[in-house]
């Protein structure tokens, strides 16, 4: 059974352009949560999605970012016209409901020049 | 809102010792869940452990069991025969068992040496 799923590994961007981030749950699990690591920190929840619908993003900036979780695909975390404050590794997330243990995938490190 | 602390930002241990890292938590509610997670320098996040509060008995997985301490929130991880491949980041985190409340809340972590 594959894990979490997630590309690209590393991700270089301009300040100002888009970055695209992708996660792929485990096989059976229909919810999905994304996390932010910034240097020498703990992951910082930043939103729960469950197919086609955002749960909760509370943790997401109010502008640039957006997620998304299709009923087909993976999930997709955007953050439009990107700044260097947005260098940090991006983490996924899966579970089959919102009670049982998230399992992670390896991460997305984002490097904003 | 929940907190976790972890005091103890960096420890070392030789090969085949034991240790043990801390983590202490701040809560109002009586029931939730408590993990140590494992970040090696490949960064992927490995679940090593974990307890639901309304059990008493501390949880174990092979050389890796938990102290908890409830009325102290305390969640104390310890490693027994400590592993070169044991060396990582260790971060403990906390969810609510309510089920609207699904977020982790992650300490700073522990980075953790094994010395052959």
């Known amino acids: 059974n594959a894990g979490v799923m997630q590309n690209p590994r590393h991700l270089v961007r301009r300040r100002g352009q888009e970055a695209r981030l992708r996660c792929s749950p485990m096989k059976g699990h229909s919810h999905v949560y994304w996390y932010r690591q910034l240097p020498e920190e703990g992951l910082k929840f930043m939103v729960y999605?469950?197919?086609?619908?955002?749960?909760?993003e509370s943790g997401m900036p109010k502008e640039r970012f957006s997620a998304e979780f299709p009923k087909e695909g993976p999930s997709i975390l955007r953050i439009q016209q990107v700044v260097r404050g947005d260098s940090a590794a991006y983490f996924c997330a899966s579970s089959p409901d919102s009670l049982k243990t998230q399992y992670f995938g390896p991460g997305t490190r984002l490097t904003v020049l | 809102a929940q907190t976790v602390t972890q005091s103890q930002p960096e420890m070392s241990v030789q090969e085949a010792e034991t240790v043990t890292l801390s983590c202490t938590y701040d809560?109002?509610?009586?029931?939730?869940?408590l993990f140590w997670y494992k970040q090696p320098p490949s960064r992927q996040m490995i679940l090593v452990i974990r307890q639901e509060a309304y059990k008493q008995q501390n949880a174990t997985e092979n050389r890796f069991s938990v102290n908890f301490q409830k009325a102290a929130k305390s969640f104390s991880l310890k490693i027994s025969d400590s592993q070169l491949g044991d060396a990582a980041m260790y971060f403990c985190a906390y969810r609510s068992a309510q089920g609207s409340n699904y977020k982790l809340t992650f300490g700073k972590g522990t980075l953790l040496t094994v010395n052959p």
């Open positions: 809560t109002s509610e009586s029931d939730y869940y």
């Open positions: 999605l469950q197919k086609e619908n955002i749960i909760d």
